[in-house]
């Protein structure tokens, strides 16, 4: 096994080597800048790791792991669109630096881009990839619908709200492990449980990614905080919020701000009377233990062992 900087200069290296067409450049440019804008890279580089563990050269599943990123980031440019986000890992998102239509547009052309990526040298696994890459998308795009609904429901529950970031962001860090498996011809048993993981990994992720849009630092975290806030945006934080102030004050906050900081410090002040951070925590710890759990069911070598575990572990205690 390598470590994850290696996996990522991996990642980096097929990512400036995709040629993509120069011309029309209001099509392609914007794909450029979504792809090169960083981030963690995390799922390419969980597909190649899984991939290495099951013992076959990591580089042999390079595609299905870019098709994965390319799919990722597509899924941002419309999302980016449809929360009206200025903001993106530090920089103007691509609607706000060109325009919506153009993120639209080149947000399609990245997911047949990924669908073709998908393809490349993918041999006689391309039914069970395209089956798990197909039903891991649609099942994104229901994430998303429930996400949407709920800006509209003021009863959403706690159970519906984990069942739609599941849908929304979790399935595709499971996605991502599975696909590594299936190309280096695991078990199909074995295929579930890297899912599993990357499931569990991801609903970790989520919730801590709530949590910093609240208590992150802006600095390090690529974006201004509160944005969630603002929005009255269904998480974890709020739901649990209006289901235990018994005051009424978390449903007066709801709306339109007249002053944006005073209504994003009153919330987050709800939030700590009810120890909600530190419940945050909590749950985050207990989905990164059942992630682990499932690295127990799979015949891994001590060192993949330990890089998986170490990514979980990790993702609860991440600022970024």
Not at 53 to 74: C, L, V
Not at 141 to 168: A, H, P, S
């Amino acid at each position: 096994m390598r470590d994850y900087n290696e996996y990522l200069q991996i990642v980096k290296d097929a990512i400036s080597n995709l040629r993509l067409p120069a011309q029309p450049s209001g099509l392609y440019d914007p794909i450029r800048y979504a792809l090169n804008c960083g981030g963690k890279r995390l799922r390419p580089v969980l597909t190649l790791a899984a991939c290495e563990a099951m013992g076959k050269d990591p580089k042999s599943a390079i595609h299905q792991a870019i098709a994965i990123e390319m799919f990722h980031n597509f899924t941002l440019l419309h999302d980016d669109v449809m929360d009206k986000a200025d903001v993106r890992r530090g920089r103007p998102t691509v609607h706000v630096k060109w325009n919506e239509e153009t993120a639209i547009l080149s947000g399609d052309a990245m997911l047949t881009t990924a669908g073709m990526l998908l393809a490349v040298k993918c041999g006689d696994h391309l039914p069970q990839a395209l089956e798990l890459f197909n039903g891991t998308a649609m099942n994104i795009y229901e994430g998303q619908q429930y996400d949407m609904d709920f800006e509209k429901r003021t009863d959403v529950t706690v159970d519906e709200y984990m069942e739609m970031i599941r849908l929304k962001t979790s399935v595709l860090l499971g996605c991502s492990c599975g696909m590594g498996a299936l190309m280096a011809d695991a078990p199909f048993e074995t295929q579930v449980r890297f899912f599993d993981y990357g499931v569990n990994l991801g609903l970790a992720f989520q919730l801590q990614d709530d949590y910093l849009d609240t208590y992150g630092n802006p600095e390090t975290f690529g974006k201004a905080i509160g944005g969630d806030i603002l929005n009255d945006k269904k998480t974890w934080l709020l739901i649990m919020a209006m289901n235990e102030d018994k005051s009424g004050k978390i449903r007066s906050l709801l709306g339109p701000a007249t002053d944006p900081d005073e209504k994003i410090k009153a919330v987050r002040s709800i939030y700590d009377e009810l120890d909600l951070p530190q419940r945050a925590h909590e749950l985050i710890s207990a989905y990164i233990d059942t992630a682990i759990k499932c690295l127990d069911h799979m015949e891994l070598s001590p060192e993949a062992r330990s890089f998986f575990m170490d990514i979980a572990l990790k993702s609860a205690t991440r600022d970024k």
